[in-house]
């Protein structure tokens, strides 16, 4: 029913900067977004989130450094990654749930297919 897919990754050196871009197609009306991304033999992480009405989170390794935002006219999901470190090398995943809980616990309902970041030092 909701499909979203993710684009915008791909090679970028230590402290340097990418804009990831998440759009959904079908009823994606009221769904609140965010971004996860895993790395080999790492835990899968939740780096922000952003609701259909107020309320943002992020992770706290990337306060200050990324910004998460939406485009509800384009049904649309933006992470603006500035200053990136090589520890963050992933695969970014766009995810969507109408319920808060479920997406900022990592069980929504809606995922992209994934994005490779690579920072390289």
């Known amino acids: 029913q909701v499909q979203l897919v993710e684009s915008g990754g791909g090679l970028v050196q230590a402290g340097g900067s990418l804009r990831l871009s998440c759009g959904a197609s079908?009823?994606?009306?009221?769904?609140?977004m965010g971004w996860y991304r895993q790395a080999p033999g790492k835990e899968r992480e939740l780096v922000a989130a952003?609701?259909?009405?107020?309320?943002?989170k992020y992770a706290d390794s990337v306060k200050g450094r990324f910004a998460i935002s939406r485009d509800n006219a384009k049904n649309a999901v933006y992470l603006q990654m500035n200053r990136l470190k090589p520890e963050e090398t992933a695969i970014y995943y766009c995810?969507?749930?109408?319920?808060?809980?479920?997406?900022?616990?990592?069980?929504?309902?809606?995922w992209g297919q994934g994005t490779q970041v690579t920072v390289s030092s």
């Open positions: 952003i609701a259909s009405g107020p309320g943002i």
């Open positions: 995810a969507a749930d109408p319920d808060w809980l479920r997406l900022v616990r990592g069980e929504a309902g809606y």
């Open positions: 079908g009823s994606a009306f009221s769904l609140h």
